[in-house]
Nanobody, 116 residues
Framework: QVQLVESGGGLVQAGGSLRLSCAAS????????MGWYRQAPGNQRELVAV???????NYADSVKGRITISRDNAKNTVYLQMNSLKPEDTAVYFC??????????WGQGTQVTVSS
């Protein structure tokens, strides 16, 4: 089984920065993609950013220019560098991994709170 563990969440003032990390462990032979979703109270879970094993990235329009996703394939780790944070970025951020012949794997989530 594969597990994802997120870290780096916390409380930050508007305009501040946070860096989230997600490390995958377990029986991993290949990861097609890793990424981040977020879910605010009362909202559906939405995609923030995704990165493939080859380095291709995709971002939600709301975070373009402020958030950068990166990965270290050797460590099976994905990062989310968040700058110029806004109160609307407040959410629980979930790491996910897309593995071949395996349903999407989710982390437990890490809380990001941006105060105004």
């Amino acid at each position: 089984q594969v597990q994802l563990v997120e870290s780096g969440g916390g409380l930050v003032q508007a305009g501040g920065s946070l860096r989230l990390s997600c490390a995958a462990s377990g029986s991993i032979f290949r990861i097609n993609a890793m990424g981040w979703y977020r879910q605010a109270p009362g909202n559906q879970r939405e995609l923030v950013a995704v990165i493939t094993s080859g380095g291709s990235t995709n971002y939600a329009d709301s975070v373009k220019g402020r958030i950068t996703i990166s990965r270290d394939n050797a460590k099976n780790t994905v990062y989310l560098q968040m700058n110029s944070l806004k109160p609307e970025d407040t959410a629980v951020y979930f790491c996910y991994a897309d593995l071949p012949f395996h349903p999407p794997t989710w982390g437990q989530g890490t809380q990001v709170t941006v105060s105004s």
